[in-house]
């Protein structure tokens, strides 16, 4: 089964829910994240965020350590914390009570509210569903070797994406181990567990743990 926004996510857990509007599959959402912050900044209400610079929007009570470096546009949203030498490329909306850690990079992605991605992560063009955490060292592998367009694969089913930059969606309450490697077009169902050093693509089944490509057990 390859899953739909509303088997992934709880819309009410991102500020960016009209995103999705109109949208069957998440990465669809990819290519209009850049529109949907320049549209969605100017309305933010300024009584909670600032717009410390031209088309970065962020909440007053989010910590941004100084040493972090954001590039428009992008939206960071209340009570999230920005540590040290953080990289937010652009295009990116980092929701509630999120964790962006030292030396982690960002570009081109939907953080919902409360996910984690702490220690030395790369995500892009990727969407992590609210709750979901990315252990240190754990990224997302967004271009294919080849360079060919992302096809999400399960089994003998398969959607093409048009997509040549697609790293990962993780649906809500993902746990991804330390050093991981999600490749282009992973999709993970919520509540699903990734064992540490994997080496994950295609779709993984919610509620379920994956231990390597022939070994996945559904939770108990």
């Keep these: 089964m390859i899953y739909t926004i509303k088997d992934l996510y709880n819309l009410d857990e991102?500020?960016?829910?009209?995103?999705?509007?109109?949208?069957?599959?998440?990465w669809e959402a990819l290519a209009d994240i850049n529109d949907f912050i320049l549209k969605l900044g100017p309305t933010l209400d300024k009584d909670k965020f600032d717009e410390v610079e031209e088309n970065i929007w962020i909440a007053k009570s989010a910590k941004v350590h100084p040493s972090a470096n954001i590039s428009g546009p992008c939206i960071i949203d209340e009570d999230t914390e920005v540590r040290p030498c953080a990289f937010i490329r652009g295009k990116a909306i980092v929701g509630k009570n999120c964790v962006v850690g030292n030396s982690t990079e960002l570009k081109n992605v939907v953080l919902f509210n409360t996910v984690q991605v702490p220690h030395y992560n790369y995500v892009g063009d990727s969407i992590l569903g609210t709750h979901?955490?990315?252990?240190?060292?754990?990224?997302?592998?967004?271009v294919k070797s080849d360079k060919t367009?992302?096809?999400?694969?399960?089994?003998?089913?398969?959607?093409?994406?048009?997509?040549?930059?697609?790293?990962?969606?993780?649906?809500?309450?993902?746990?991804?181990?330390?050093?991981?490697?999600?490749?282009?077009?992973?999709?993970?169902?919520?509540?699903?567990?990734?064992?540490?050093?994997?080496?994950?693509?295609?779709?993984?089944?919610?509620?379920?743990?994956?231990?390597?490509?022939?070994?996945?057990?559904?939770?108990?």
């Excluded at 991102?14 to 599959?25: G, P």
């Excluded at 991981?180 to 699903?192: D, E, H, K, M, W």
Aim: contains cysteine; positive net charge; proline residues 4%.
């Design 14 to 26: 991102t500020i960016a829910k009209d995103l999705f509007e109109n949208k069957t599959y998440p």
């Design 132 to 142: 979901s955490h990315m252990g240190a060292g754990s990224i997302t592998s967004n």
């Design 149 to 220: 367009l992302v096809v999400v694969k399960d089994k003998e089913q398969k959607i093409e994406t048009g997509l040549k930059k697609f790293g990962a969606m993780l649906g809500d309450y993902v746990e991804v181990g330390c050093n991981s490697v999600l490749n282009p077009g992973t999709v993970i169902g919520r509540n699903s567990n990734i064992y540490p050093a994997s080496c994950v693509r295609g779709v993984v089944p919610e509620s379920s743990i994956y231990k390597k490509d022939d070994t996945i057990v559904t939770k108990k």
